[in-house]
């Protein structure tokens, strides 16, 4: 099925720049992965221009097969040794302030990955003690020992991703399970940690399922929200049941900050990490007024 033609406010300037072409080489050089270029992300000229990429650990191919993204699914290869510093110095090289990562799932190894992440963490740390980490976690299977050796390094932010709402979870990603995906981010809460979620719109998704699902990321006292415009990737994923119009995505926001939620971030080009520098300055200012 043909991809559909999308609305004026969903296009994007192409990518290009001195700070893109920078962005790339260092990438490049290093060998790294971003979710920026393998989910093929709209902002992709928007964060690269501005210093800013989501850096994708333990590969890129992925162990599941969620039928909205371009990640590719497969048999992942071996672990690659020493990416934890390589993705440290990127970090740094880049100046970054604030670092988001990522990861394929990896259902194949015992802790999903869940030590490199750790790993990850502290090596950001140890070369840039002034950056801010946020950790965006595969559900690792529900592994609590596995959850429990990334919550101990404290991220500044545990973002795990719920994507959906409950009942479009067999359709749009079924190998993964809401209520397991929606307790990861409960005991990041009891872990004391930041917590941010995201979720994509234009499935089929009725209303009423959207506010039920902002009044369940309240009644575990998820911080952050972003929502975004769901955009099928090539003719082999799902179609876009509907485009939201901008005022709908502000609604959105209005709603899910009326019932409670700290930050909510919601617009057709918003993804998990669109602007997460800003999100984090944004909870900071929130916990010095409180």
């Not at 072409?21 to 992965?33: F, G, K, Q």
């Not at 975004?228 to 049941?241: D, I, K, S, W």
């Not at 005022?247 to 900050?257: D, N, R, Y």
Request: net charge positive.
């Amino acid at each position: 099925m043909a991809i559909q033609r999308r609305p004026e406010w969903l296009k994007v300037r192409l990518a290009g720049g001195k700070v893109f072409r920078e962005v790339r080489e260092l990438v490049e050089t290093e060998s790294l992965h971003t979710v920026c270029q393998s989910a093929r992300c709209p902002n992709i000229g928007d964060c690269w221009s501005r210093r800013t990429a989501t850096f994708m650990i333990l590969g890129d191919v992925c162990t599941r097969n969620c039928r909205f993204c371009a990640v590719k699914t497969g048999v992942p290869g071996a672990v690659a040794p020493g990416e934890a510093e390589r993705v440290a110095r990127a970090v740094k090289k880049l100046r970054l302030r604030h670092a988001v990562i990522t990861s394929v799932n990896r259902d194949d190894l015992p802790d999903g990955g869940a030590g490199v992440f750790a790993e990850v963490i502290r090596q950001i740390r140890r070369y840039s003690p002034s950056c801010s980490v946020e950790v965006l976690i595969p559900d690792f299977e529900g592994n609590t020992a596995a959850l429990d050796r990334v919550f101990r390094e404290k991220p500044d932010i545990l973002n795990h991703n719920l994507e959906v709402v409950p009942r479009l979870y067999a359709k749009a990603r079924p190998q993964a399970d809401f209520e397991r995906s929606l307790a990861v981010l409960e005991l990041a809460k009891k872990n004391n940690l930041v917590t941010k979620t995201g979720i994509m719109v234009g499935l089929g998704e009725t209303r009423a399922e959207l506010t039920r699902l902002l009044e369940r990321l309240v009644e575990i006292r998820v911080d952050i929200l972003t929502i975004g415009q769901y955009l099928q990737p090539t003719a082999r994923h799902l179609t876009v049941e509907r485009f939201y119009s901008p005022e709908e995505f502000l609604a959105l926001k209005q709603e899910g900050e009326a019932l409670g939620l700290k930050h909510v971030e919601s617009g057709p080009l918003v993804r998990s990490s669109y602007h997460a520098d800003e999100q984090v300055q944004k909870i900071e200012s929130l916990a010095q007024i409180s």
